[in-house]
RNA sequence: GCUUUCGUAGCUCAAUGGAUAGAGCAGAGGUUUCCUAAACCUCCGAUGAAGGUUCGAUUCCUUCCGGAAGCACCA
């Protein structure tokens, strides 16, 4: 909408001399200030040497006198005869009838109303369109030749054998719904997750396992166990390998070998799967019993194996997916790759590493491999990458969803990627805030973790308690279920709805909320709408018998209707500026207003008991009248179509609806 | 030291340079013989400091104060 109004505002303009300008159009917050505004005005001010109130009432007589001389099913705008923008007259000449009136007020802003026949147009139509509607086939678009971009969104990275952490929770969450708003916005996206398979954090815990004997013991124990235990099993060995590694010189020997025995692991490990894994033999660093590497090449299999089989557990439970696994064991060639690098002057020698030198670049300077030879997190970049961008075809963009920490690794492998000409600008780091203890820092070594499933898990025990004091009757498995759904809700609405970058102090009682502001408000809003429209037992169908010209909205209503007007526009923006609080934000207020209307006015009429019902009201267009049927009709296409936008909206956050709870 | 980033109500957060700085939680008070009270209504309460640009600044620029992250062999 805010589309075709903009494209109108420029006509006008261009009446008035000023071409080559977009004016930018807003939803106005104020149902006072008009459904949209602009403040064109007030920007042209200084260009054309007027005051700002002068253009506005300009702009606004020449909108006037269009809305005079158009009539349904006429042109308004005629004075283009080029075929491509007939499309475009259409739409502004129905939108010219869609605006009731313009108000000019000062400074200069200049505000649209639309009538409540358009509104109430609007709400129709989100029946009709369904989940489709706020998707980018309902929107006016000028650009329909242009084909789906290809885009890949590579997040989560877990790495196995450490914990699923809140922060994993943060990544996946937001990447999720940035992913969803990127469909919906007509692009086509592959999932990716990377996961860290190999390196140090692999050594200690492996080292727990091997060398110290409480651990050593119980493996074959833990083998029966589920999931679940296995990876807390994993985690204590790491924190005691951790441990060892700070305390005990020889302990710390010992893990360095442990890490060089994981690496030839990983290239077995690949070469097995027939990847190119590099020409570098890890097994000439071991200095210890270089006989171990079977030993470890089978634990290491197996332990990798226990948490990639976590991990999964939780991805189903927040309803992720992914299309293709990569993982740092796949990408030793990088190591050969950073040599060829050298040999183009890309990358540089030093100290017996490979490094690039930032400095001519303004960057920093990174290891890319390190003096034993063995490949940083750097180099294994530059044997993903060219992966990433062949594996699916040409990809017009790479998001990574990494937090704020790896600024300074992406800018230098972007770089590096460039002068090597494996991309060039086609890659962006999304950056989501960290997810913080507010009394304390996270560290899987110490144990110090808020792991992921125990925020879910708490979340669902505080719904049981609500769930208790209502006076349900929900059987064991419906309480499990409603109580799960709106437990991964709270948690991941709690997430989106700060902006991405911004950190969050997590402590449980003020982060994951339940009420007002939260996942299980707008889950508990789409239930009782649904729940109404269960009992009124009206089809849908009766929405074709409205009649347009004589409906009228009271300001409850009017509210819902122009929010449902603007989902569109603010999908539109999320998906532009890959903000999913935005939808957040959008979606709190629907749900306010839904509610607002639902506690003054009765929908049912045959309850008929609320006293703020009114049975006739009459329009303001004319002498006709809703009938209380026409009001219930429109009530109910209203709490319809409120649903209907709940549940879309909500899809975007990655958040199923209840039907009930 | 350099780079990046943040500072809004008691707490957690909103606000492409626009209109009276919005919410939620907490606190005080109220709403249920009626469609789900996980709801609704009322009250209380804020832009770290100082300058600058602008018709107009929470937003942009400078300085200061305070926090966070990164800056050579971890991932």
């Not at 920093?364 to 997190?377: E, H, I, K, M, Q």
């Not at 294994?380 to 060219?386: D, I, Q, V």
């Not at 560290?443 to 609500?466: C, F, H, M, N, P």
Request: one cysteine or more.
């Amino acid at each position: 909408m805010k589309h075709a109004i903009s494209f109108l505002l420029q006509s006008v303009l261009t009446d008035l001399g000023v071409p080559d300008v977009v004016p930018e159009v807003e939803i106005s917050d104020d149902p006072k200030h008009g459904d949209y505004t602009t403040n064109i005005a007030l920007r042209l001010s200084k260009q054309l040497k007027k005051s700002p109130m002068d253009i506005a009432l300009q702009v606004s007589t020449n909108l006037k006198s269009q809305i005079s001389t158009t009539k349904p099913g006429h042109q308004g705008l005629n004075r283009s005869n080029q075929d491509q923008k007939i499309s475009q007259q259409k739409t502004v000449s129905l939108l010219l009838q869609d605006i009731d009136h313009i108000d000019v007020v000062p400074p200069g802003f200049i505000n649209i109303f639309f009538t409540e026949a358009a509104l109430s147009r609007t709400i129709v139509r989100v029946i009709k369109d369904g989940e489709a509607y706020g998707t980018r086939s309902f929107v006016d678009t000028q650009d329909k030749q242009v084909k789906k971009k290809k885009i890949m969104v590579e997040y989560a990275h877990p790495n196995t054998h450490k914990s699923f952490h809140i922060g994993h929770l943060r990544n996946i969450t937001t990447a999720e719904s940035l992913i969803r708003l990127l469909e919906a916005w007509g692009s086509q996206v592959i999932r990716v997750n990377y996961e860290g398979d190999v390196g140090m954090h692999i050594a200690k815990a492996l080292y727990g396992l091997m060398q110290i004997p409480s651990f050593k013991s119980q493996i074959p124990t833990i083998r029966t166990k589920t999931v679940k235990e296995k990876v807390e099993f994993l985690g204590k060995a790491y924190a005691a390998g951790s441990t060892a590694f700070e305390e005990d010189p020889k302990a710390k020997e010992q893990i360095v070998d442990y890490n060089a025995l994981i690496y030839a692991s990983a290239q077995r490990f690949a070469r097995e799967k027939g990847i190119e894994a590099g020409s570098f033999d890890y097994i000439s660093l071991v200095k210890g019993n270089k006989d171990a590497v079977g030993t470890i090449y089978d634990l290491w299999k197996e332990t990798r194996q226990w948490s990639l089989d976590y991990f999964e557990t939780i991805y189903k439970r927040v309803g992720s997916h992914f299309d293709r696994y990569y993982f740092e064991s796949e990408c030793l060639a990088g190591v050969d790759s950073a040599r060829e690098a050298v040999k183009k002057k890309v990358l540089m020698e030093s100290e017996g590493a490979i490094i690039f030198y930032g400095k001519p670049y303004g960057l920093d300077t990174r290891v890319f491999v390190n003096s034993l030879g063995l490949p940083t997190y750097e180099a294994k970049e530059l044997a993903l990458a060219p992966a990433e961008f062949t594996e699916f075809g040409h990809l017009d963009k790479l998001i990574h969803v990494v937090g704020p920490e790896q600024a300074s690794f992406f800018k230098v492998t972007f770089k590096v990627e460039e002068l090597l000409g494996i991309q060039k600008d086609q890659q962006q780091h999304y950056i989501y805030g960290w997810v913080k203890l507010k009394h304390g820092k996270m560290s899987s070594r110490t144990g110090q973790v808020v792991l992921g499933e125990w925020l879910l898990d708490e979340a669902k025990k505080e719904i049981y308690t609500i769930l208790q004091k209502s006076n349900s009757n929900y059987t064991k498995e419906e309480q499990d279920m409603i109580a799960d759904k709106a437990a991964v809700a709270a948690v991941k609405y709690s997430f989106l709805k700060v902006s991405p970058q911004s950190e969050i102090a997590f402590d449980l009682g003020e982060s994951v909320s339940f009420e007002g502001d939260s996942g299980p408000y707008l889950q508990y809003t789409y239930a009782r709408a649904r729940s109404v429209l269960r009992k009124s037992q009206i089809p849908m169908t009766k929405s074709q018998e409205i009649h347009y010209d004589r409906v009228f909205l009271n300001p409850e209503e009017r509210a819902i209707a122009r929010l449902l007007v603007f989902y569109p526009d603010v999908v539109a923006d999320a998906a532009k500026t890959l903000s999913p609080s935005t939808i957040c934000t959008y979606l709190f207020s629907l749900g306010q207003a839904y509610n607002l209307f639902y506690a003054k006015h009765s929908i049912l009429r045959d309850t008929g008991k609320a006293s703020t019902y009114q049975g006739v009201r009459v329009s303001k267009k004319n002498s006709d009248t809703m009938t209380p049927s026409d009001t219930m009709t429109l009530r109910l296409l209203l709490t319809a179509a409120t649903a209907q936008v709940l549940k879309n909206g909500l899809y975007l956050l990655g958040i199923e609806t209840l039907e009930q709870m």
